[in-house]
């Protein structure tokens, strides 16, 4: 599956014909796909979509959502938090993985609904503000790119901390996808195990991204590098992340019914993925640097 997206990446850059209006072509259906929401680990939960990655963490003093997903799945999730049990309206946070419609263009609607307090990173609070218009590579084009803009309550810096009922959550700059690319991590226990999580926030170079000469982002290319030496460097139990794909969610989830270990505890998964990732960038990279010297 990975091989097949970073083929397909690969392919749609090559052709030079990557869809102006998705983030992650190859996933593009699947965000609305309705999946069923479930547990991950100790107070986490998954509400979102087959394509796109909620997740829903409990405390006893209400909720920490990550990613709002789009206007039109909104109700997906809402359904999700209702069948395991929560409360929408206990939503205390609202974070995001990243900047992108798929994880923030419902961001206003839960804001609005639940006054959750909306907490972002730094360099993504303005497009988040903007409703997308300022995203370096989406901006201008419009379409599903834009959606409402919200006002952030919390600008959040590199390693800082978002705390509820007990529940502490880092927040690292995992930039390059966005300029304010998120991945989160969380300690929790297990079965008397203290297990670290990792959201991953997005370490794919999408297609059409300059990384060379970017006059929109001409730091993207080392931010990349910063991103992978950041993500190499987290101590990780349970491997989670922005989309369902970056872990294999489906067939984890498929052995999740089935009993037994919990798939979500996979280390080795995540070293995988992130070494195929890092290759991927490393290849594009080179790719676009043989370029522009001819
Ligand atoms: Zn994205």
């Known amino acids: 599956m990975l091989r097949k997206l970073a083929h397909l990446t690969g392919l749609l850059t090559l052709l030079g014909t990557a869809p102006a209006l998705l983030p992650v072509a190859a996933q593009a259906a699947d965000y609305l796909v309705p999946f069923p929401a479930h547990h991950v680990v100790a107070n986490i939960y998954f509400v979102g979509t087959k394509g796109q990655a909620n997740y829903l963490i409990t405390t006893p ?29 206990d939503t205390k946070i609202l974070v995001i993985s990243h ?17 959750a307090k909306y907490e972002v990173m730094d360099a993504d609070v303005p497009v988040v503000q ?32 978002v705390s509820l009922g007990g529940t502490v959550m880092t927040a690292h700059l995992t930039p390059g996808h966005t300029k304010g690319c998120t991945t989160w991590t969380l300690k929790v ?12 926030g997005s370490p794919n170079v999408n297609p059409g991204y300059v990384l060379v000469g970017n006059k929109r982002y001409p730091g993207i290319a080392q931010d990349f590098e910063k991103t992978f030496r950041v993500l190499k460097s987290l101590p990780v139990d349970v491997f989670l992340g922005a989309h369902g794909d970056y872990y294999g969610m489906p067939a984890k989830y498929a052995r999740l019914k089935a009993g037994g270990a919990n798939p979500f505890i996979d280390p080795a998964g995540y070293k995988a993925y992130i070494a ?10 080179a790719k676009q640097q043989a370029a522009a010297k001819r």
């Not at 201008?140 to 959040?156: Q, S």
């Not at 290759?279 to 990279?285: D, G, M, N, Q, S």
Request: net charge negative; hydrophobic share 30%; proline share 3%.
């Open 61 to 89: 003093q209400g909720n920490i959502l990550v990613n709002s997903g789009l206007q039109t799945t909104l109700p997906m999730t809402k359904n999700s938090i209702a069948k395991l049990g929560f409360k929408y309206s």
């Open 99 to 115: 900047a992108h419609f798929d994880h923030d263009a419902g961001s206003a609607q839960v804001v609005k609904d639940t006054g």
């Open 130 to 161: 903007s409703g997308g218009k300022t995203d370096f590579n989406y901006g201008e084009k419009g379409g599903e790119n834009h959606y409402p803009p919200v006002k952030v309550d919390r600008v959040l810096h590199d390693g800082d901390t």
């Open 189 to 200: 226990s297990d079965g008397g195990k203290m297990l670290d999580v990792v959201i991953v």
């Open 276 to 285: 195929d990732r890092e290759t991927a960038f490393r290849k594009e990279l």
